[in-house]
């Protein structure tokens, strides 16, 4: 595809129930970032991904958030018991990392709703 | 760690006029970029302009420039003959030049261009 896209674009769950958000980076791109952005905040980051490498989790707020990235190419980000303040926007990038300045292509996010 | 501060939630000017959104960071890095993203209502994250820390030439992008003060840890972004269509939130953001190269982004300012 053109662009890095998210699916679903709106997702509301009940609290406690476990959602899956799944990002399909630009093709060719070795890194994915997965960033999350609160009502009215800027995005903070979460995990990243770098071809065959142990991501980076440094960004993960709690054991609930867990991602993996299958064949280097899809990745889905996985929520565990959602609470109330797992809502927000989680956004996706994706980067081609070949030279010193690799830049982010974003997707359209995906708006998850805890309720 | 980086941080990334916005001190101003809000502006709003009238449609050709020039606006100016500040930005200010932390950092112990000597080598690093910075980055200015606008996000419209479809949440769409854009780059608007990038500034390589080692240059001291400020980045210029038609009628988007910034003004880079490295010593002082400042990064402006100057909008010139604003449009209607620059109407979105801005989020100033910086990147280390080694390792992960995850974005860490300020809080934004909501931009609004009033005709």
């Known amino acids: 595809g053109a662009g890095v896209s998210q699916s679903p674009s709106n997702k509301v769950t009940e609290k406690g129930k476990d959602v899956e958000l799944r990002c399909d980076p630009i093709?060719?791109?070795?890194?994915l970032y997965w960033y999350r952005q609160s009502l009215g905040q800027g995005l903070e980051f979460l995990i990243y991904?770098?071809?065959?490498?142990?991501?980076?989790k440094s960004g993960l707020p709690s054991d609930r958030f867990s991602a993996e990235r299958t064949g280097g190419s899809v990745s889905t980000l996985t929520i565990q018991r959602t609470q109330q303040e797992d809502s927000a926007v989680y956004l996706c990038?994706?980067?081609?990392?070949?030279?010193?300045?690799?830049?982010?292509?974003f997707g359209p996010g995906t708006r998850l709703t805890v309720l | 760690a980086q941080t990334v501060t916005q001190s101003q939630p809000e502006m709003s000017v009238q449609e050709a006029e020039t606006v100016t959104l500040s930005c200010t960071y932390d950092?112990?890095?000597?080598?690093?970029?910075l980055f200015w993203y606008k996000q419209p209502p479809s949440r769409q994250m854009i780059l608007v302009i990038r500034?390589?820390?080692?240059?001291?030439q400020n980045a210029t992008e038609n009628r988007f420039s910034v003004n880079f003060q490295k010593a002082a840890k400042s990064f402006s972004l100057k909008i010139s003959d604003s449009q209607l269509g620059d109407t979105a939130m801005y989020f100033c953001?910086?990147?280390?030049?080694?390792?992960?190269?995850?974005?860490?982004f300020g809080q934004g300012t909501r931009l609004t261009i009033n005709p």
């Open positions: 500034q390589e820390a080692y240059k001291q």
């Open positions: 990038a994706s980067s081609s990392n070949r030279g010193p300045y690799n830049e982010q292509f």
């Open positions: 950092t112990s890095e000597n080598n690093y970029y």
């Open positions: 953001a910086f990147m280390k030049l080694q390792g992960a190269q995850k974005l860490v």
């Open positions: 991904f770098q071809g065959n490498s142990a991501p980076d």
């Open positions: 093709s060719g791109h070795t890194a």
